[in-house]
């Protein structure tokens, strides 16, 4: 992985924007972090990390890139599971400074929500998990899905559009539950 990093005038955008731009669509990227800098007397300005593969262009990627829309594929509640999940493993990513890939894939968190699954050993059988990542990773993905089973969670019941009970509201891997 590598980091590379730009700035892009607040007032005057074409300045730096370009550059960015150009890298975002030739590389595989991992992560953008941006801050506005604001300094007496000078210009504000963006900073933009953007956190990248080595060596992995995507000039010679097909058009249709092979992306899945889950949101397509699967249904309603099955898609209400699939994103609850994806939540938990940005946190655990974001929290382990580690790609959100890492942690499990997206058609993995397909596969958990379409199979609800009840334990790492249901989980291992999942192509490319493997029992060690299954162990390590599987609790709050697990709990997650009881409890989304138990409350019959399908449907955002928040007025702020977080679903009730959400993962974000606590991290089990942080209390060493996971």
Request: charged content about 30%; hydrophobic content about 35%.
């Amino acid at each position: 992985m590598q980091l590379k990093f730009f700035s892009v005038e607040a007032g005057d955008p074409s300045i730096g924007e370009g550059e960015l731009n150009q890298f975002l669509r030739s590389h595989r990227i991992l992560t953008i972090e941006k801050c506005l800098v604001q300094g007496v007397g000078l210009p504000s300005y963006w900073s933009v990390a953007v956190e990248y593969l080595d060596g992995v262009s995507r000039q010679g990627d097909a058009p249709s890139s092979g992306k899945t829309d889950f949101r397509e594929i699967l249904n309603e509640q099955d898609f209400a599971l699939y994103c609850r999940l994806k939540d938990i493993r940005k946190a655990m990513a974001e929290d382990a400074g580690v790609p959100v890939y890492s942690i499990f894939t997206n058609r993995h968190l397909a596969d958990m929500a379409q199979g609800r699954f009840r334990d790492a050993t249901e989980i291992s059988g999942i192509q490319g998990v493997g029992k060690k990542r299954a162990e390590k990773h599987s609790p709050p993905f697990l709990s997650a899905i009881i409890e989304f089973e138990s409350k019959g969670d399908d449907k955002p019941n928040s007025q702020d559009g977080e679903p009730a009970g959400s993962v974000l509201e606590s991290r089990p891997w942080e209390d060493g539950q996971a």
